[in-house]
């Protein structure tokens, strides 16, 4: 997804790779349209141009947190979920193996920029260090992206530590600082006011927006 210019004269706009491919698999794009689309990206990136006088220049530039974008983009998938919008079977098994590709992602960037031992009772090669070549090993066996996007996905991580565990952790604060608002409100909380107040407040790092987003 690339963002809209600060005055809008370029609209938001979201890509699909092809990569030499003439032939997708649709089980998967409807997660990523919500992740990428709206309520994803597009609809956050796109409401801080919106109200960027309200805002520091830095925030909408410069100063936008990986965590914090990504973390919204992975909370809309599942409130779509919630919603009830993945209803045909696949769809939604696509946007469960994205979760899982999330998971993982966790798990490896940690295990190999920190050198760690694989525990003593796990399933995979316990007691072993994690390496790029077990990574990808780890991504076939519990996720269903094919050789080449396995192969990629380990190079991110080892090229950009740390950006990967932000889905998660962004996730899991948006979800704890609409938790937190919503047990002050108590039955006054509304999540529709909640989400445009959210979105309208620009990029914080984690421990700010868990506190600004309970404070709403």
């Known amino acids: 997804y690339q963002g809209p210019s600060l005055d809008f004269s370029r609209p938001g706009r979201t890509y ?64 779509m979920d919630d919603l009830g919008f993945f209803s045909e079977p696949e769809c939604r098994l696509g946007f469960l193996d994205g979760q899982m590709l999330r998971i993982i992602r966790v798990i490896v960037d940690i295990g190999m920029h920190l050198e760690l031992t694989i525990p003593a009772d796990s399933g995979f ?16 066996t519990c996720n269903g992206s094919p050789a080449a996007r396995r192969n990629g996905e380990i190079d991110r991580y080892l090229g950009w530590p740390g950006q990967a565990i932000g889905y998660k952790l962004g996730e899991r604060a948006w979800l704890q600082g609409r938790e937190a608002a919503k047990r002050r409100q108590g039955a006054a909380f509304d999540l529709k006011a909640w989400h445009m107040k959210a979105l309208s407040q620009g990029s914080f790092g984690l421990d700010d927006l868990v506190d600004n987003l309970a404070a709403l």
């Open 125 to 140: 090669h316990p007691g072993e260090r994690w390496t790029p070549a077990l990574a990808t090993e780890f991504m076939a």
């Open 16 to 79: 699909l790779p092809t990569l030499g491919q003439d032939t997708f698999p649709t089980w998967q794009l409807v997660s990523i349209w919500y992740h990428e689309g709206v309520p994803g990206h597009h609809l956050q990136l796109a409401q801080w141009v919106a109200v960027a006088d309200r805002l520091s220049r830095y925030q909408v530039t410069e100063g936008m947190v990986s965590a914090n974008i990504e973390g919204w983009a992975l909370y809309a998938e599942r409130f």
